[in-house]
């Protein structure tokens, strides 16, 4: 006889705040989705993005990465968790002024272990920038394409990634 158990892998997310002026990012996650309608984004505008991760529920999840990848011309501001807060290990700022990535190490421990059915959420705020190699200050030019990664390793050991973006309306 054999017996089989499955369990399901974590799931992530990123939207967006609509455009408004002035803006401040909410903390509140019904204000986000994936489409939001509202004006489009110039420079010095104001981007927020939710980030959310749900772990599942029958398994515990090991060395959890969260990473956000900011487009060339979105300068990092700052981040806050809105659930989850006492999940972050560490977290790696981006080291440029303008582009870079944005990471938190979820988890305790030695492996880094994420409980069952734990949910992580942050707010990630950045402004629209011209970088420095920017040919154009047409914000229809600009890099507008953010993208999240996550990684996590199974209790088998293997590692496993999803991913998920949010495209800037210029």
Do not use: H
């Amino acid at each position: 006889s054999s017996a089989t158990i499955s369990s399901n892998s974590p799931t992530i997310s990123k939207l967006r705040q609509a455009n408004v002026t002035p803006m401040k990012c909410s903390t509140t996650a019904g204000d986000y989705s994936a489409n939001p309608a509202g004006p489009q984004y110039n420079l010095g505008d104001r981007v927020c993005f939710l980030l959310s991760v749900n772990f599942p529920a029958g398994v515990d999840t090991k060395m959890a990465q969260l990473t956000d990848f900011l487009p060339t011309n979105f300068a990092y501001e700052s981040y806050q968790v809105i659930a989850g807060a006492g999940l972050v290990n560490s977290f790696a700022q981006p080291a440029s002024a303008t582009g870079g990535v944005a990471t938190w190490y979820l988890g305790s421990g030695n492996p880094r272990i994420v409980g069952k059915g734990a949910k992580f959420q942050v707010v990630l705020s950045a402004t629209v920038v011209k970088s420095a190699t920017a040919t154009s200050t047409n914000p229809k030019t600009l890099d507008k394409e953010n993208l999240a990664k996550f990684r996590w390793v199974n209790t088998a050991g293997q590692a496993s990634s999803l991913r998920d973006s949010s495209v800037i309306t210029m």
